[in-house]
């Protein structure tokens, strides 16, 4: 499941320009579209709308120009007919944010327990390295002044 998009079959506002050149039909404009989808940090709902531009080449079939392109970069015009789909689709997707954040100073959740951060700003854990953990019983015993462990290691040491 995709953090972020358009939801399939919502609205979508096109001003665009449609332009009768050599090669084919220049297609010029922008797109009005309503993104939805969820905060990358804290998973909260984002809705917001966003305006793309728009800019493509249709080649017409028999274009000399169209041999110079790449076959998947171009796109032609079929039956007198231009299917603007895929070019707006494209735009769209390529402006979307990678990480999607309903606020900048978004904090997020808790890596360890998911608690929202932004609800208990003081929230933390007491994380110990786990490399240290063998060590962390002896930090009891050092100081410790029980006589029968004293004279135990004292004996080993003699033997």
Sequence with gaps: MALIGVQEGSGMELDL????????????????????????????PIKYGSSVDVQELFYYGDSQWAAEVEEEQQHRVENDVVNLEPVLRDAVVTSLPFQPVCREDCQGLCAECGARLEDDPGHHHEVLDPRWAALSGLAGTAGSSDPAKSTESVEREES
Excluded: N, P, Y
């Design 17 to 44: 320009r449609f332009e009768a050149v050599h090669e084919g039909i220049l297609v010029s404009g922008s797109a009005d579209v309503e993104i939805t989808g969820e905060c990358g940090r804290c998973l909260d």
